[in-house]
């Protein structure tokens, strides 16, 4: 086998998804093995093994010894190995990894995570016994040392040495083995903060520290602590997750960031929190690449998994990116693809509020027990259990590889129905009804509220339950249609390939008058660091994307825009400002373009510095002539029982028509083609879903 193989593995909570593309003669393989929430690592490597050995003449002479640690895997044939991981995001979510978090700050800014923000969740109105969420890091565990910078990064008052010594013993003598630390203004010059880690390293050495000037060298003190303090939270675990992989496969591979760019396992280490969204943020630029051969520059990507289903928006080719994300109740200030996610997945469970209402999610069956239909002991009715019920989704998942208990299915569906005075498809069908309109809450905050309108995009659903209920959001929102690629619970797992190395850069730099040269030495520094970085990773061809970050003055929160190549002089000044008005007036409304009262401030600028790979290539697929033809049929409830047409996906060429009503089958997913609507399949295998009213 040639060296041009590629893999791609995306951890999820109930399948661990993975693809391979052979470079050399185009062919993709994807596949499947049930994730290992236990040991993430376990699934990884059955994934690597399964895929390996349906490409063949990947394992050696002797035989298959079985998805193990991996003896019988010759991963020499392998040129890289790209992974989608959970582990930093589930530690947050869950609110483990802070029990031994310590944290240093600047003497007199020891209530810095007391103060936060005020930020009162939806609205006054609906908040008034709201109380802030609890610390990362108990107000005990939080030390100050002595020392002060200006906002320009000039010395105050110098650090103290002897009361650093005191608080790394301190931490040291209690087993406080996670710290992060935040001075004041370190942003501007980050001196202090490494003395502190050296006082660590040398007091101190088992623990794992983090630097605010490391992670996020940008103003704003509350954020930049958190920011902070969620990256020494899960360092210590993904060095464990990561050096346990790196062990079994003997090898190095690489991660996928936020950010919407990938970086090697030994790089991650050193900065964990960007990963925090990682396999979403690989499913959406799966997705764009989907959306894109297919000639549609913008997209709405709905990620439809079992727990959950992530929502973003694609505009000119590129999903937008954010600094303002969260994860749980964490705000993480670092570039991230702008990503809402709600609780409907297909293991979301169906449950009467004490009004006698159903309700559905955001509370989770997982992968174990998982749907009452899985038959692994659960018993609350999920999404899927509806669909089961409804006959919409076949009585096995993986091609017959996890059958489904069906009758079990129908007896939860029948004793909630029982317990709401509806008839059982009533019940099921309201299920799925209230999971759309979860769903499609999600797309609106990603569009509406970023003033976008929703009816511009079509939607490329995707996951294991994204198809689901393609029809129905098409309903709801009035959008253009639904594009349903290929082997749709791997798109997460095929944006893994489609990546670019990139690290983000970032420097504080206030200024309504700011110099040319000042932000040329800036920019020049930034570049710096991206070359090492992209240096390190091997890469011969670096590119640079510059981005500034504007507001008027007065303004609380900035707008960022591109800013161009070439030299920074006052006509490069005036082109970024330019866009910033024009940017300011596209998202609010208005722009103060020819009033001087309102001056212009420059806040941050950033450097992504990016290392090129070559994406696979998607094939066209061959012409149907003729009409397709279903491969079985069974009863399918949509506004009423009826025998329905099965086609298999495999079966469909090129130009192929499916008139509902009908089912779509295929190996990871299934799409329902509701009455009133017609699924095409396009040159490149997505299949084109739009109503026919």
Known sequence: ????????????????????????????????????????????????????????????????????????IDLGVVSAIVHGTTVATNQLLEDRGTADLGF??????????????????????????????PRIVPAHRVKTVGGRLDHLGREVRPFDEAQAVEVARWFRDRGVTAIGV????????????????????????????????????????YERSVTTLVDAAVKPIMRRYIANLSQRLGRGFSVMKSNGGVLSAAEVVHQPITTVLSGPAAGALGAALIAGVGGHSGAITLDGGGTSTDVAVIVDGEPSLTTEGTIGRYPCKIPMIDIVTVGAGGGSIAWVSPEGTLKVGPRSAGADPGPICYGKGGTEVTVT??????????????????????????????????????????????ILEISAFNQSNA????????????????????GGSGPLLACSLIDILGLRAAIVPPDPGNVSAFGLLTVD????????????????????????????????????????????????????????????????????????????????????????????RDDPRHAVEWVNLRVS???????????????????????????????????????????????????????????????????GFTATMDDFGNLLVVSDS
Not at 14 to 19: I, K, Q, Y
Request: charged share 25%; aromatic share 8%.
């Open 385 to 430: 259990d509806a669909h089961v019920y409804l006959g919409r989704v076949p009585p096995h998942l993986l091609g017959g590889e996890i059958s489904l208990d069906v009758a079990a299915a129908r007896s939860g569906i029948e004793a909630l129905a029982g317990k709401l005075g509806l008839t059982p498809e009533r019940c099921a069908t309201g």
């Open 1 to 72: 086998m040639p060296s041009s193989v590629r893999i791609g593995v995306d951890t999820g909570g109930t399948f661990t998804d993975v693809v391979l593309v052979d470079e050399e003669t185009g062919q993709i393989i994807t596949t499947k093995t049930p994730s290992t929430p236990a040991d993430p690592a376990e699934g990884f490597m059955a994934a690597v093994h399964k895929v390996l050995e349906a490409h063949g003449g990947a394992l050696p002479p002797g035989g298959d010894t079985g998805p193990d640690t991996g003896p019988d």
């Open 104 to 133: 240093v700050t600047t003497e007199g800014f020891e209530f810095i995570l007391e103060i936060a923000r005020q930020s009162v969740p939806d609205g006054y109105g609906n908040s008034y016994f709201w109380v802030k969420p």
């Open 501 to 592: 190395v990139k690290n983000d850069y970032v420097r504080t730099q206030v200024s309504r008058d700011p110099a040319p040269e000042s932000l040329r030495e800036i920019f020049a520094e930034l570049e710096a660091e991206a070359a090492a970085a992209l240096t390190r990773e091997g890469f011969a061809d670096h590119v640079y994307a510059r981005t500034a970050d504007l507001r008027y003055f007065g303004q609380a929160y900035e707008v960022r825009v591109a800013a161009p190549d070439g030299p920074v002089d006052e006509a490069w000044l005036a082109a970024v400002t330019e866009r910033f008005h024009a940017e300011h007036e596209r998202l609010y409304g208005y722009g103060y």
């Open 182 to 221: 935040c001075f004041l203004h370190s942003y501007a010059d980050p001196s202090h903060e490494r003395r502190m880690r050296e006082v660590l390293e040398r007091e101190h050495p088992d623990a794992v520290v983090s630097l605010s000037s490391d992670v996020l060298r940008e103003y704003r003190e």
């Open 609 to 675: 510095g990016i290392g090129p790979i070559t994406r696979p290539t998607i094939a066209r697929r061959p012409r149907q002539e003729d009409e397709p033809s279903p491969v079985s049929t069974r009863d399918v409830f949509y506004e009423q029982w009826g025998r329905t047409v099965i086609y298999r996906r495999a079966d469909l060429g090129a130009g192929a028509v499916v008139r509902g009503p009908a089912v779509i089958e295929e190996y990871g997913s299934t799409l329902p083609v509701h009455p």
């Open 443 to 462: 797309i609106r905050q990603i569009t509406v509220k970023r003033g976008l309108d929703v009816r511009d995009f079509p939607m490329v659903a995707f």
